[in-house]
Nanobody, 123 residues
Framework: QLQASGGGVVQAGGSLRLSCAASGRTFGTTIMGWFRQGTGSEREFVASINWGGGRTFYADSVKGRFTVPRNNVKNTVSLEMNNLRPEDTAVYYC??????????????????WGQGTQVTVSS
């Protein structure tokens, strides 16, 4: 089970931090990350990180503004979002995968999903 939290409303240029806690079957999953889905858009990859933290991947649209730290002791992953833009408005979903095929979440459909949390960036 993945439990996401931290969404909200922020002005353009502001920051937000999303958090996701893994439990049960998702405990110890190798890859953790985030996707998002804007109104009328398909769900898209945002960022992911492998177990050791040495491999992170970001969508081009968020590089340099978002980071995706994880805490393996607490089994959590966060999404730290800075310099937010109105186009970042979306429902954000936490995701996890055992990484049996690859540790690059951009290339797979993750096995586990959390509920979405809304992020709204006003201009």
């Amino acid at each position: 089970q993945l439990q996401a939290s931290g969404g909200g409303v922020v002005q353009a240029g502001g920051s937000l931090r999303l958090s996701c806690a893994a439990s049960g079957r998702t405990f110890g999953t190798t890859i953790m990350g985030w996707f998002r889905q804007g109104t009328g858009s398909e769900r898209e990859f945002v960022a992911s990180i492998n177990w050791g933290g040495g491999r992170t991947f970001y969508a081009d649209s968020v590089k340099g503004r978002f980071t995706v730290p994880r805490n393996n002791v607490k089994n959590t992953v966060s999404l730290e979002m800075n310099n937010l833009r109105p186009e970042d408005t979306a429902v954000y979903y936490c995701a996890a995968d055992r990484g049996l095929i690859t540790d690059d979440m951009r290339a797979i459909r993750p096995e586990y999903w959390g509920q979405g949390t809304q992020v709204t960036v006003s201009s």
